[in-house]
């Protein structure tokens, strides 16, 4: 079989040669600014992101992208959410629903019943405005754990292609509560890693010509 081709599998589309290694979504948001403001916040997190500003175009994102993940946008323009609500439960979709809204939405409230009712993982709404911290926090169970790298990397070599950095941190009297100087620290961007743990490249204490 092809690449990306879908088989029929119990009446439902199967898709093989997708590796899903990151989690996907899928931002159904009428307004374009807000879809391109969530598109940066979720890139950042890991998400590969897809989107629809019209119900009628989440029927082939389901199908094509495989989203873990629905960002439904409550009050947009042209979204409608019982008709978004009505497309996810007819295609059976299994993934998780995460609703924003204005807090004193009637909409909102309406939106959460209904789709668990009719079996939708719903996610705890979101109420506008949100930090990105807070949207992290709900879609943290989607996001990947993978354990933080343990480079093995050469002193040298860091030094010599430029990954260390200086972070100063001020000095204080503890008298007068006034800044009295700053403490240099090494720090290694790696181009790959970002920051590094100092204990994965500070060379041992017997390496003095460092």
Sequence with gaps: M???QAELIGGKPAIFGRRKVRPRTCVAVGKRHLRAFLQDVLEDMGFIISECGTAE???HVLCTELPDLILLGIGSD???PGRLLEILVREKFAGRVLAFGARESIIMTA???VGGEYGLVMLPPLRTPFAAETLRD???MLLPREPAPRPAVHVGEALHAGWLELWYE????ACTLSRRGAE?????RHPTWGVVPQAYFHPRASRSAF
């Design 138 to 140: 709900r879609v943290a």
């Design 184 to 188: 240099a620290l090494v720090r290694m």
């Design 170 to 173: 001020p000095k204080f009297d």
């Design 2 to 4: 092809e690449h990306g």
């Design 57 to 59: 175009e989440l029927p």
């Design 78 to 80: 042209r979204i409608e």
């Design 111 to 113: 939106v959460q019943q």
